[in-house]
């Protein structure tokens, strides 16, 4: 499957977005729109009060002295609660962490490992992500 989105021009920022399917605790599913952030490592960050709407359980982290931590652009050290979900991805349901931070949905790096993401760099322009081959993983 190919994921499709497109550049939005807000505040004059140009913004890669793709909608997702999100699956909340109960199974239901909520389109969400995700910025992609290639500066981002991790899978997946979305506001808490959409993690609230649908419920998503927090991730388990036995043995860990204290709570995960993000790093930001900045260099700001940010502690951050981690839930679990199921996201639409290829055409299969993947079963991502979400880090709970700030306003944007954002995707990073690691759930686009895999892919070919690209982007018609204007506004409007077209946002691709396909699933990459075996041989190039």
Known sequence: ???????????????????????????????????????????????????DRLNLRTAEYDGFETAPTVILADGAILP??????????????????VDSIGSNPLIGMTLLQGSNLSVDAAPGGLVTITELSDTFC
């Open 80 to 97: 951050v609660e981690v839930y679990v979900t199921g996201v639409w991805w290829h055409d299969r349901l993947r079963i991502v962490e």
């Open 1 to 51: 499957m190919t994921h499709y989105g497109r550049v939005s021009a807000v505040d004059d920022f140009l913004e890669a977005v793709v909608v997702l399917s999100v699956q909340g605790d109960d199974g239901a599913t909520e389109g969400v729109d995700f910025i992609i952030d290639t500066g981002y490592t991790g899978e997946m960050t979305l506001p808490q009060e959409i993690i």
